[in-house]
């Protein structure tokens, strides 16, 4: 199957052949950081994670949020979500590498992920996330190959693959439960003290998730003859629709506690997202265009439509990106917007950054033609 990577429109190989460009400034950019360290970054003392860290609590949560489709996509005999099974679970399997990779960019040298492997600290949150993450990788990996296996030869998936999937669901459920850990035991940030931290960041991933989800089976229905169906699409619109209400809801709740209960830190804390900060213009971007993309997919006639709903899901995915990620990890390690200022991302990290981007879409964009190219097969037998 791996043979169809290799073939493609002209189109295709100049997408291609882009993603790599970028991800090979990425790998320049790494090299600077594995000799020097963080001298090729913006951190400091106003911030010790930068954008690096951003990115993990979105990956985190897009990972956990796989197995929404994953599980009822195999487990269920009659699951409007099969077809889409093997995209979600390359869809986790992808976010998994990609945390691994920011983990690794965030340690400076990416040597020293190593160390977290062979000097685990069971106490603490994040010497569960590489060995998670790695399991996760291998489960997901191993089932979407398997299952467009199957489909190739028009057989049913391996019996097996069950088993698999069952590991898998404990150990993608921990995975934004350990993000929202390792926030909440750094004192004095009181953006990631929150109990509704972990339930945020899992209705987030699964909102976020399913709108991912809409883009590839739309884009490769458009572009590679996939077949996900109309029922299917529609359905997998309103989960993202009713995980992205929940979010919300959540995060309203937050803020209505910290507000009502008059906490002046945690007042303060929203103040620096909303307030004057250099935040402000970001925050409330992410929390009316998710706000506007949940209401649009809660309305039938725009699920049914694939590009309209494509659209909406993108968008909801981007308002997650920033509240759950960027503007999450870069406003809740600052004290005051005058320290807010003082990050910004050097050209080595927004090259790192991009870098791990493009690798993943080009990783994407292969597993999704080989995806297309399994089901168009078995339809010709």
């Not at 035991?185 to 509704?196: D, I, K, N, Q, Y």
Request: charged share 10%.
């Amino acid at each position: 199957m791996i043979e169809q990577a290799f073939k493609g429109r002209r189109n295709y190989r100049i997408w291609s052949l882009a993603l790599l460009v970028v991800a090979a400034g990425g790998v320049y950019a790494s090299a600077l950081q594995s000799a020097d360290g963080f001298v090729h970054t913006g951190m400091g003392n106003n911030a010790i994670w930068g954008l690096y860290h951003a990115q993990l609590p979105f990956l985190a949560s897009i990972a956990a949020a796989s197995l929404a489709i994953l599980v009822p996509g195999t487990l269920q005999k009659h699951s409007f979500l099969a077809s889409l099974a093997p995209l979600a679970a390359f869809l986790g399997a992808t976010a998994s590498a990609m945390s691994l990779l920011f983990i690794a960019a965030d340690l400076g040298m990416q040597r020293r992920i190593l160390t977290l492997l062979l000097n685990p600290s069971p106490g603490a949150p994040a010497s569960w996330q590489v060995p998670l993450l790695l399991l996760f990788l291998a489960l997901t990996l191993t089932v979407g190959w398997a299952q467009v296996g199957a489909m190739r030869k028009g057989v049913k998936p391996p019996v097996w693959i069950r088993s698999a999937v069952m590991v898998a669901i404990p150990a993608g459920i921990a995975l934004p439960v350990i993000s929202a850990f390792t926030l909440a035991v750094v004192p004095g940030s009181e953006l990631w003290t929150s109990a509704l931290l972990a339930p945020r960041l899992m209705a987030s991933g699964v909102a976020a998730g399913a709108g991912i989800m809409l883009l590839m089976a739309v884009t490769a229905e458009q572009l590679a003859g996939f077949k996900a169906g109309e029922e299917t699409l529609e359905r997998l619109a309103a989960v993202g629709a009713w995980a992205g209400l929940v979010f919300l809801a959540l995060t309203g709740l937050d803020a209505a506690t910290a507000m009502l209960g008059n906490m002046t830190a945690d007042t303060a804390a929203l103040a620096l997202l909303y307030g004057s900060s250099p935040f402000a213009v970001v925050s409330w971007f992410a929390l009316f265009s998710g706000t506007l993309s949940t209401g649009l997919l809660l309305v039938p006639s725009l699920r049914r439509s694939f590009i309209a709903a494509a659209s909406l899901g993108s968008l909801l995915a981007l308002s997650v990106w920033l509240q759950s990620g960027l503007t999450l990890i870069l406003a809740g390690q600052l004290r005051d917007a005058s320290a807010a200022a003082g990050y910004a991302p050097a050209v080595p990290e927004l090259l790192l950054t991009a870098g791990i981007w493009a690798g993943a879409v080009l990783l994407m964009t292969v597993l999704l033609k080989i995806t297309a190219s399994a089901q168009l097969e078995r339809e010709g037998l």
